[in-house]
C-alpha cells in the first residue's frame, strides 16, 4: 500500500499501521506527555477555561463542558511549569477532534491542531514533552 501523501499545511503523513499497535500512535509525528493543567481557550463563542489532558509540538488535548465543532478555529494559551519558572505558550489551531467522555457525562475530550505558534512556543512545549519523557 502506497504511503499516503502529506495535507497542506499538516506534518507529514505516516505509513499505515502494520499490525495490532494503536494505528492513532503511529499517525502521530510528534511526541506529547499528559500535563493535567488549565487552558485558556478564545474562540467564536468568547473566552472559556478548560482542563489540558495531553500536549506535543503540534497539538493540545483538553476537556470542556461542552462540544466545539470540528474545524473551528481556537485561539489557546496556558502555562507550562520549566526548570526555571513558568513559560506562557499562546497559539491558534482547529478543533480536529471533539469526542463526548461518556454518555452520562456532560464533558468532551476536545483535540487541537495548533497551526500558527511561535517557534519559541514550539520550542518551549518540546522541552516540556522531553523532559516527562513523552511519549503517549
Known amino acids: 500500500m ?3 501523501p502529506a ?3 499538516r506534518p507529514e503523513s505516516l505509513p499505515p499501521s502494520k499490525g495490532p499497535k494503536d494505528p492513532g500512535r503511529d499517525r502521530r509525528r510528534w511526541a506529547r ?3 493535567e493543567m488549565p487552558i485558556t481557550l478564545v474562540g467564536p ?3 472559556s477555561e478548560a482542563r489540558i489532558r495531553d500536549v506535543s509540538r503540534a497539538g493540545v488535548c483538553f476537556f470542556l463542558d461542552r462540544p466545539v465543532p470540528l474545524m473551528t478555529v481556537l ?3 496556558f502555562d507550562l511549569a520549566t526548570p526555571v519558572g513558568r513559560t ?3 497559539g491558534h489551531g482547529a478543533v480536529v477532534r471533539c469526542e463526548k467522555i461518556a454518555k452520562s457525562i456532560d464533558h468532551w475530550e ?3 491542531f495548533l497551526h500558527d505558534m511561535g517557534e519559541n512556543d514550539r ?3 518540546e522541552e516540556f514533552v522531553a523532559a516527562r519523557g513523552g511519549t503517549l
Open 2 to 4: 502506497p504511503p499516503t
Open 33 to 35: 506527555a499528559l500535563a
Open 7 to 9: 495535507l497542506p499545511g
Open 75 to 77: 485561539g489557546v494559551a
Open 110 to 112: 476536545i483535540a487541537v
Open 88 to 90: 506562557r505558550v499562546q
Open 45 to 47: 463563542a468568547g473566552s
Open 123 to 125: 520550542h518551549a512545549l
